[in-house]
């Protein structure tokens, strides 16, 4: 079965720092990954997917990047980090678009912006 | 826009007391439905996942039910204990030109009391 993983799992960093997130997967190949963010009282928000190397959709305009380096490799960057960027980060995987398909979750890195 | 709603968003049981949490979602036209549990400061676990075509499943004391067309899921938690205790979260996979992501509801708060 897949794993997740996600470092560092909290990180503390001033406003207009720069930011980097890494989540790797584990026992499969070629899955869909998205990086979501959960903030106090919103619930869980997409940021982006992935489908493949290089291929990066994103979901809502922000001053975060994500890239895929790796077919297993998934990072969320930010130059210049904001306030609002604060919350709890979370990397998922999934594969395809089919019915049956479930969307499984690494442990989440919380970041807190200052 | 897909939407979901989850009542109540927060419920405290004692222990042994069978208990139903709600799900809606405001357009019918998904793939499947997810339930995720949710432990403070954790990433999410995947409970049960129910096809657009099936009408329930269950996983030991778990039962989720789907009605797609009135866009209403439960999950029943029978004979609740205190290890029950988390945020439970449901998700649906819209089909069609979004069928890549999930949308989350801001999940029920549960608490079993011994």
């Known amino acids: 079965s897949q794993t997740i993983h996600q470092w560092p799992a909290t990180l503390v960093q001033p406003v207009g720092s720069p930011l980097s997130l890494e989540c790797t997967v584990e026992?499969?190949?070629?899955?869909?990954l998205y990086w979501y963010r959960q903030a106090a009282g919103r619930g869980l928000q997409l940021l982006f997917y992935?489908?493949?190397?290089?291929?990066i959709s994103s979901e809502v305009p922000q001053n975060l990047s994500a890239s895929r380096p790796q077919d297993r490799q998934f990072i969320l960057s930010s130059k210049k980090l904001l306030l609002s960027d604060s919350g709890f980060y979370l990397c998922a995987l999934g594969r395809g678009a089919s019915s049956y398909n479930e969307q499984f979750f690494g442990p989440g890195t919380r970041l807190t912006v200052l | 826009k897909q939407e979901v709603t989850q009542i109540p968003a927060a419920l405290s049981v004692p222990e042994g007391e069978n208990l139903v949490l709600n799900c809606s979602f405001t357009?019918?036209?998904?793939?499947?439905l997810q339930w995720f549990r949710q432990d403070p400061g954790k990433g999410l676990t995947s409970l049960l996942l129910i096809q657009s075509s099936q009408r329930e499943q269950t996983s030991g004391r778990l039962n989720a039910s789907l009605d797609k067309s009135s866009g209403r899921s439960t999950l029943y938690i029978a004979a609740s204990q205190p290890g029950d205790s988390a945020t439970y979260l449901c998700?649906?996979?819209?089909?069609?030109?979004?069928?890549?992501?999930?949308?989350f509801g801001k999940g029920t708060l549960l608490t079993v009391n011994p």
């Open positions: 992935s489908v493949g190397i290089g291929q």
């Open positions: 026992g499969t190949s070629n899955p869909n």
């Open positions: 998700a649906v996979r819209e089909s069609g030109g979004s069928n890549y992501k999930l949308t």
């Open positions: 357009d019918s036209a998904i793939y499947n």
